[in-house]
């Protein structure tokens, strides 16, 4: 089975928004996770390259389970630099690296579109994997059609 990258993309933190615990102190290990977990409503822009060109910017839904488990529910529009538009769904989770401020991230991506242009995106879902980097506020993805 092959593999084909359609783009990658870099996001920057633009915004938290939280629920009651601090998300900062929660992920530095300062603040221990509620035992029912927390939320933050994180929303993301940045640029988006590939296949696709042009500006990603959404909201993820985080939730930390008190198990540590980080799972992602991120909600974006992706706009081409020819002015379409595509839905962005993606869904994963979040794995930290121990001793550093680096999460790696594993999703699966939903796109759907009507535009012509990028009716391929329909088709089916793609896979993506990066990480996030907690002291920059940076995150990368590269995701590809299975």
Known sequence: MSYEKIFEY???????????VNMQAMLAGQESVPLHGAQ????????????????????D???????????LD???TIETED??????????VGTPRD???IVD???????ATAAAAY?????????????????TGKIHIDAYLH
């Open 40 to 59: 933050f409503d994180v929303t993301l822009a940045g640029p988006i390259k590939g296949r696709m060109t042009g500006t990603i910017r959404g909201i």
């Open 119 to 135: 009716a391929w995106v329909n088709a089916r879902p793609a896979w993506g994997a990066g990480y996030a980097n907690l002291a």
């Open 99 to 101: 001793g550093e401020p």
């Open 105 to 111: 991230l594993a999703v699966k991506i939903d796109l």
């Open 10 to 20: 870099d996001l920057d933190i633009m915004s938290v928004i939280e629920y009651g």
């Open 83 to 92: 002015g379409s538009r595509v839905a962005f769904s993606a869904d994963g």
């Open 74 to 76: 991120l909600r974006a």
């Open 61 to 71: 839904y985080l939730r930390v389970r008190a198990d540590g488990r980080r799972e």
